[in-house]
């Protein structure tokens, strides 16, 4: 079992900066890819960026690529992702998901997911 946990959520400006945190426990977490989600009133949960395992390799949802940083440590068991240039459309419930595979944009297809994190971005 990996337990997850987000937080770093709040209230921004549009143009400002959020760092989200994802910290895990219980099993090592080394051996996961991990994938930040986002899930917006009445819409699907969409994918916003992933990891591999390793740190070597990381992707993003073209809505967000240039503006967010993915990055792992894992001795720390922490996964972050840097927010900037938020825009309004930005705003959503932010959950961080593992999977001991290849990162996915499919949500289905990961094994543990965080409570999320609000983020709300003001115009």
């Known amino acids: 079992q990996v337990q997850l946990v987000e937080s770093g959520g709040g209230l921004v400006q549009a143009g400002g900066s959020l760092r989200l945190s994802c910290a895990a426990s219980?099993?090592?977490?080394?051996?996961?890819?991990v994938g930040w989600f986002r899930q917006a009133p009445g819409k699907e949960r969409e994918f916003v960026a992933g990891i591999s395992w390793s740190g070597g390799s990381t992707y993003y949802a073209d809505s967000v690529k240039g503006r967010f940083t993915i990055s792992r440590d894992n001795a720390k068991n922490t996964v972050l992702l840097q927010m900037n240039s938020l825009k309004p459309e930005d705003t959503a419930v932010y959950y961080c998901?593992?999977?001991?595979?290849?990162?996915?944009?499919?949500?289905?297809?990961?094994?543990?997911w965080g409570q999320g994190t609000q983020v709300t971005v003001s115009s």
């Open positions: 998901a593992a999977e001991r595979g290849r990162v996915t944009t499919i949500p289905q297809r990961y094994d543990y």
């Open positions: 219980g099993r090592t977490f080394s051996g996961y890819a």
